[in-house]
């Protein structure tokens, strides 16, 4: 799952009142309890007009999207981009300022309220003046704008949202998830028993979603080029598997809750090999995306 203690999905049916990841999905730093609806369910914590790049020289891979601190085995990767872009390095000084950071004291202090902590700062798990001032620093430096407004969004309305025509050639996959007003989005999705979750980070933005991969040395990079013609970066350990596209406008990860030593999300028997991660991206026509 992408950071947090509970599923994005389960949070925002709490924030709506409704009926109603795992094998790790991404994860927002910074929080470590869950309040306020909706704005908790942004706590959780991709294709957009303009060219792709491709992955085929393979200049970039998984050690290049890693975050400082943390020991080889529980490592944590950027949403955002490759180590050297600006939104890259907001993230990981955001990490690093974190992991030095009293963040339950900033917690306790705050109590059931947000105190001074104006909106626009709660999406990045901020309890205090001094963190939304190293938000600002943070974001100043790097040239980078906040989330903006927060929608909790059903698959209708992501569909319209964010795409031109349907993301997936299989109407089976089922989805739901939400998007802020830079037009970031995110959404957990099912197909049959597969679980995954689709990150669009927009690029401009200063973002505070990772993910935790344990080891980048054990996963198994290749380029694919899907069956729409986009050309991908595909990765694969035991415990987990990723599909990678940048464009111009957003970086895009696909978490899937599934790797290749046969077991799928909640450590149930779920055979997932290297085809099965390339037919999954066949199904995902990224050039309809807005």
Not at 244 to 255: Q, S
Request: charged share 20%; proline share 3%; net charge negative.
């Amino acid at each position: 799952m992408f950071q947090n203690e509970t599923p994005p999905l389960a949070l925002i049916h709490q924030a709506k009142n409704a009926a109603s990841n795992g094998r790790q999905g991404a994860q927002r730093q910074g929080s470590s309890r869950l309040r306020k609806g909706l704005v908790a369910a942004a706590a959780c914590v991709f294709i957009v007009a303009g060219s792709i790049t491709a992955f085929a020289t393979n200049l970039f891979g998984l050690r290049d999207l890693v975050l400082p601190g943390g020991e080889q085995s529980d490592q944590m990767i950027s949403l955002q981009g490759f180590m050297g872009s600006a939104e890259h390095n907001a993230a990981a000084e955001w990490k690093s300022f974190l992991d030095a950071y009293d963040v339950e004291a900033a917690l306790e202090a705050a109590g059931n309220d947000w105190g001074d902590v104006p909106e626009a700062y709660r999406m990045y798990g901020a309890y205090d003046l001094e963190m939304t001032g190293k938000i600002d620093e943070i974001a100043g430096k790097y040239g980078l704008s906040l989330f903006g407004e927060f929608f909790a969004r059903t698959q209708e309305e992501l569909q319209a949202s964010i795409a031109d025509g349907p993301l997936f050639t299989d109407a089976s996959i089922w989805f739901e998830g939400y998007q802020f007003e830079s037009g970031t989005f995110q959404f957990d999705a099912g197909y049959g028993d597969l679980m995954f979750q689709f990150r669009s980070s927009r690029k401009g933005v200063f973002d505070n979603v990772f993910l935790p991969v344990g080891d980048a040395a054990e996963y198994a990079e290749w380029n694919y080029e899907n069956a729409h013609g986009t050309p991908l970066l595909l990765m694969q350990s035991g415990h987990k598997s990723l599909i990678l596209l940048e464009t111009d406008a957003a970086f895009i990860v696909v978490n899937v809750l599934a790797g290749n030593d046969g077991l799928g999300w909640g450590g149930t028997a779920f055979p997932f090999d290297s085809g099965k991660l390339e037919r999954l991206a066949d199904l995902i026509e990224f050039a309809q995306l807005k």
